[in-house]
């Protein structure tokens, strides 16, 4: 089946620093990519969908700047925290849509900024 | 927010009880899906029901989607301790897909 990568599965940063979290789809091509995050014992909030070679569509009150995605290809996107804070610390999944009705979604990552 | 909400927040139960879940949502939908998530780990897949279905089954798991009244539900019959986890509905509503705020199952040996 169709299986989404996501790297690294925990970091941790010192706040000001910048982290990158990949994910790759490994047997298919994925157009679309979302990302989300998750605070403990709450739900997953969308907060962009990017589609490959475009830029990326943010959810409301979700900064665009200190978080940049990149889909260049289609097996990868990638989200940058920039100049990460302590309240950045979450669980980061990536999904890929997987044609027609399915989902994909990466084991995700763990970001702890001290 | 597009958001989905789930009742209840919680829910505790002896092995072997049911459990049902319900979920709403806003808007109009292409498909509905249900994961769950241990402890804050990865998602797990476990069924989708498109917009045009009314009732699905897998295994122990029944899901029903009302698209008059927005609504969803999710049945683990026969519940386990291993059902023990989070579970969320999703709404597939064209390019986005957005989680419900999830219930929280315990399933007591």
């Known amino acids: 089946g169709a299986v989404v990568s996501q790297h690294p599965s925990w970091v941790i940063c010192k706040s000001g620093t910048s982290v990158k979290i990949e994910c790759r789809s490994l047997?298919?091509?994925?157009?679309?990519m979302f990302w989300y995050r998750q605070f403990p014992k709450q739900s997953l909030m969308l907060m962009a969908t990017?589609?490959?070679?475009?830029?990326?569509?943010?959810e409301q009150g979700v900064e665009k700047d200190k978080f940049l995605i990149n889909h260049a290809s289609l097996t990868l996107s990638t989200l940058t925290v920039t100049s990460a804070h302590p309240e950045d610390s979450s669980f980061y999944i990536c999904s890929a849509r997987v044609p027609p009705y399915g989902y994909t979604f990466g084991s995700g990552t763990r970001l702890t900024v001290v | 927010s597009q958001q989905g909400e789930e009742d209840p927040q919680a829910l505790s139960i002896q092995e072997g009880e049911n459990a049902t879940m319900n979920c709403s949502y806003k808007?109009?939908?292409?498909?509905l899906q249900w994961y769950r998530q241990n402890s804050g780990r990865g998602l797990v897949h476990l069924i989708l029901i498109r917009s045009n279905e009314r009732e699905k089954h897998s295994g122990r798991l029944r899901v029903t989607l009302d698209t008059s009244k927005k609504s969803s539900s999710l049945l683990i019959t026969a519940s386990r301790a291993a059902d023990t986890a989070s579970y969320f509905c999703a709404t597939d509503v064209g390019n986005q897909f957005y989680f419900g705020t999830g219930t929280s199952l315990t399933v007591i040996p």
């Open positions: 990017s589609n490959e070679g475009s830029k990326a569509t943010y």
């Open positions: 808007t109009s939908i292409n498909n």
């Open positions: 047997d298919f091509q994925a157009t679309t």
